[in-house]
């Protein structure tokens, strides 16, 4: 068995190696646990999907001269592209700008 001086012995080693804790550790839960691992998975499953597929541009909304709000293009460019209504299924992180919050 492989040693792992950094995790105490009986704690979850995959846990650890992947969140720093596990159910074990002082004030979490096995449904903690849980929780972490359904959103990591969740959040795979997402990241796989937006690199396999074309991204899905928002519609224009009415009064924007037909220019999609995720990125400033007109739809006729969308060729072979996916649009929709939803605003949380979107998956175009349109033109390069600094967001103002920071995030890049
Ligand atoms: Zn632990
Ligand atoms: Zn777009």
């Not at 007109?74 to 949380?88: A, I, K, L, M, Q």
């Amino acid at each position: 068995m492989i040693n792992h001086p950094d995790i105490p012995l009986g704690h979850i080693i995959p846990a650890h190696q992947t969140f720093g804790w596990c159910a074990h550790c002082p004030d979490r839960t096995p449904a903690e646990e849980l929780a972490a691992w359904q959103t990591r998975e969740l959040r795979r499953m997402v990241d796989e999907a937006r690199q396999s597929e074309s991204p899905v541009h928002a519609v224009p909304l009415p009064g924007s001269n037909g220019i999609s709000s995720c990125c400033g293009r007109p739809p006729c460019e969308f060729v072979g592209e996916r649009v929709t209504r939803d605003p949380d299924a979107v998956t175009c992180t349109g033109p390069v700008v600094s967001q103002p919050d920071g995030e890049a």
